[in-house]
């Protein structure tokens, strides 16, 4: 271009005087510092070039592109500014991130723990296996020390709120009940349309029937047994876990985007590395960038 002017080595050594003074101000890492350093005294040489353009002499240039950025303490003042910003956004961002992703595996394990390890299944056989100790005659099986032990579990058990008892062929088990329970407590319970336990739902837990059955001795059939008992609803606890889970994935994609971008690395393809593979995209931006680095040096 007609007119354009190089700053000369006179120059290039005021601007890096300038920029030398800048830096030795920041408290930063050396990396982010030589970072500062690069594009900084490409900015001023870009701007001295301009004012030359312009029709100034490379000394007032030089100048006029200095007092355009400020003076150095003025400077220091806004940059420590915006360095301190970006620590308490970035520091804050992961910690929430971090914190985020604790909280919903817990939150999503207990709900595993419990469906996997059966921990409702395991209250379930306990409770038959102390009915079973009552079991009468094959013409009474239910005893009243039966429902004396279904009450006492009911009253005592916070995770069990109905017990129903029936006698039914072995045949009929899982089969839609063919005759009401023989025993219910408490009496007054809401059957659903099929005359079970009626489910009872809440965003936590609900209240689901559970079966099981107390073998009759010398005959063909059962105790069918009934308990109303907690079980942690899939859309409570785990679906809140799974929500904190997918809000550090985002988090951690942010902070990470977040800090390739101060660093100048901040590209659409790493964005989206950190999006789809997250701390394992993190891990390999960080080798793939101080491998460079390592090269340049």
Aim: proline share 4%; hydrophobic share 45%; charged share 25%.
């Amino acid at each position: 271009m007609a007119g354009y002017i190089e700053p000369d080595a006179g120059i290039m050594k005021i601007i890096e005087k300038y920029v030398d003074e800048l830096c030795q101000r920041m408290d930063e890492p050396p990396e982010e510092i030589a970072d500062f350093r690069e594009e900084m005294t490409s900015n001023l040489a870009s701007s001295v070039r301009e004012f030359i353009d312009g029709g100034y002499s490379p000394r007032q240039a030089v100048e006029l592109a200095i007092e355009r950025f400020g003076d150095p303490r003025s400077l220091q003042e806004q940059l420590e500014e915006l360095y301190r910003v970006k620590k308490v956004f970035a520091t804050g961002l992961l910690k929430v991130a971090i914190a985020m992703a604790v909280i919903g595996m817990i939150l999503f394990w207990s709900f595993q723990m419990w469906e996997n390890y059966s921990l409702a299944h395991r209250s379930l056989e306990g409770i038959v296996a102390n009915l079973s100790q009552y079991v009468g005659s094959p013409q009474k099986p239910i005893t009243s020390e039966m429902t004396i032990e279904a009450i006492r579990i009911v009253e005592e058990m916070a995770t069990v709120k109905a017990i129903g008892l029936r006698v039914i062929p072995r045949e009929k088990l899982g089969h839609t009940p063919i005759k009401k329970y023989d025993y219910l407590y408490p009496a007054k319970q809401e059957l659903d349309k099929y005359g079970f336990l009626a489910w009872e739902g809440g965003f936590w837990f609900n209240f689901r029937d559970m079966r099981s059955t107390v073998e009759i001795p010398g005959t063909n059939q059962v105790i069918e047994v009934h308990v109303k008992q907690m079980k942690m609803d899939v859309n409570g606890i785990p679906g809140v876990g799974i929500l904190l889970i997918f809000g550090y994935w985002i988090l951690f994609a942010a902070w990470a985007s977040l800090n390739a971008f101060y660093n100048g690395h901040g590209t659409p393809a790493w964005v989206l590395v950190f999006i789809v593979f997250n701390i394992v995209g993190y891990w390999m931006y960080l080798s793939i960038t101080r491998k460079k680095k390592g090269v340049r040096a």
